[in-house]
């Protein structure tokens, strides 16, 4: 007889094996495991506050309401993922119209939440990073993302970025990425930088919610970068959790499930990263 052959049994044994093996394996923990350096911690409100006020009060750090930036740098376009930016004085964003009102909500859980660890800050392995935020349903108008960076001890603070777009009112993720076309606005390595988002009613009352968040570029090892260079997005985001790169973490898992929407091992290893101790925002990990 034939060594390839076997009986009934010894063929339903293995088909049996193997079923079990497939049980265990999507039973297995979905990684991405996150581990972040334990000396990072910074102040800050990554959950949106609200704020009437447009300059923020005493202190570099105190962020109840942003600061008026210096200057406008408009999105390099066409960005399929960000909103018309708002370039006229005439647009109904500066004043609201009659009938229009004057105030504006959010509704629903989480509220405006920066996505950062619960130390408020995170690594990021590229100087041009992707930043992520969780907006909730509401009726704002415009939305503010401001990038400073600040110096040793909170003593100086310098924005080196600011955009304004139109707010879309739908709840969901939402991200932006600091273009690289201009060498100025890359980040300098082992700085804190601070970004705050806000949502606003008008440009000119700026009564909204903001919430912030922290940021520290630190050029990943060569281990690092060799683990990332060929690997597929879910891999590449492993490796960057475990070794404590926040945002390209976020960056290549989020990209990873924008292209397989319906994979469930995606969908976990998601909710794994954003319910580990070290960053508690259970309440993102059912968001897109």
């Known amino acids: 007889m034939s060594k390839s052959c076997s009986t009934p049994a010894k063929r339903i044994a293995t088909l049996a094996a193997g079923g079990l093996v497939g ?9 991405a495991g996150f581990k972040p350096p334990g000396d ?3 102040p800050g409100n990554r959950r949106g506050l609200a704020t009437r006020a447009f300059e923020p009060k005493k202190g570099p ?31 109904p964003a500066f004043s609201p119209q009659p009938g229009q009102p004057k105030t504006c909500v959010a509704s629903g859980q989480p509220t405006l939440t920066t996505l950062v660890p619960k130390s408020n800050i995170g690594l990021s392995a590229t100087a041009f990073p992707t930043f992520y935020w969780f907006t909730p349903t509401n009726s704002y108008r415009i939305v503010q ?27 969901g993720l939402s991200r932006i990425s600091i273009p690289d076309q201009e ?11 601070q970004w705050v988002v806000g949502l606003f009613c008008t440009r000119k009352g700026r009564n909204g919610i903001i919430a912030n968040g922290w940021i520290r570029y630190v050029p990943p ?13 879910k891999d590449q985001a492993n490796a960057f959790a475990e070794a404590g790169y926040w945002y390209d973490a976020v960056q290549a898992l989020a990209a990873a499930r924008r292209e397989k929407p319906e994979d469930g091992r995606l969908s976990k290893t998601w909710k794994t990263l954003f ?14």
Do not use: C, M
């Open 183 to 193: 060498s100025t606005l890359a980040l300098k390595p082992k700085t804190d930088y």
């Open 40 to 42: 990072l911690e910074k």
């Open 275 to 288: 319910e580990a101790d070290a960053v508690q925002l259970s309440g993102i990990a059912a968001q897109k």
């Open 61 to 91: 750090l105190n962020e109840s309401a942003p600061r008026r930036p210096s200057r406008v740098v408009p999105i390099p376009l066409p960005r399929p993922d960000a909103p018309p930016i708002w370039e006229s004085p005439d647009d």
């Open 221 to 233: 090892t060569q281990d690092v970068a060799k683990k990332v260079s060929k690997s597929k997005l």
């Open 145 to 171: 993302f401001s990038l400073y960076e600040v110096g040793a001890g909170g003593r100086s603070r310098k924005e080196v970025y600011s955009t304004t777009f139109q707010a879309s009112g739908k709840a």
């Open 23 to 31: 049980v265990l394996w999507s039973a297995l923990p979905s990684h």
